[in-house]
């Protein structure tokens, strides 16, 4: 696997904190930290709103929705509509988990002087 390049300036992105991995239904993509935040400036639709999979929010969702759907799953709760909510929220715990692996392992967390 090559470097990750940013999807919005294309340079590379070499640390992991400037770093913010993104989804867009089921499209992951790489960005800088500021190219991120004019990503979000310029595109305000419905359709082309990108949400970030790392981080505080990403990490904070992946969890919850692992503990939701664990419990939909393993219980007869809401019995099979439970075990298709489990379904649906286990794929933002998927996609944070790619997000792990294709993007963010790449990258050396660097200690700044």
């Known amino acids: 696997m090559?470097?990750?390049?940013?999807?919005?300036?294309?340079?590379?992105?070499?640390?992991r904190d400037e770093l913010v991995t993104a989804s867009n239904f089921f499209r992951i993509k790489p960005f800088h930290f500021v190219c991120f935040?004019?990503?979000?400036?310029?595109?305000?639709?419905?359709?082309?709103?990108?949400?970030?999979?790392?981080?505080?929010?990403?990490?904070?969702?992946?969890i919850i929705l692992a503990i939701?759907?664990?419990?939909?799953?393993?219980?007869?709760?809401?019995?099979e509509i439970g075990d298709l909510i489990g379904v649906v929220a286990l794929y933002s715990v998927l996609?944070?988990?790619?997000?792990?692996?294709?993007?963010?392992?790449?990258?050396s967390k660097q200690k700044h002087h």
């Open 68 to 79: 939701v759907a664990a419990w939909l799953l393993f219980t007869d709760s809401l019995g």
């Open 95 to 107: 996609i944070r988990i790619m997000s792990y692996l294709f993007f963010e392992i790449k990258i």
């Open 37 to 62: 935040n004019e990503l979000e400036k310029e595109v305000r639709t419905l359709w082309g709103f990108w949400k970030p999979l790392n981080g505080v929010s990403g990490n904070t969702r992946a």
């Open 2 to 15: 090559g470097p990750n390049i940013c999807r919005y300036c294309y340079k590379e992105i070499k640390d």
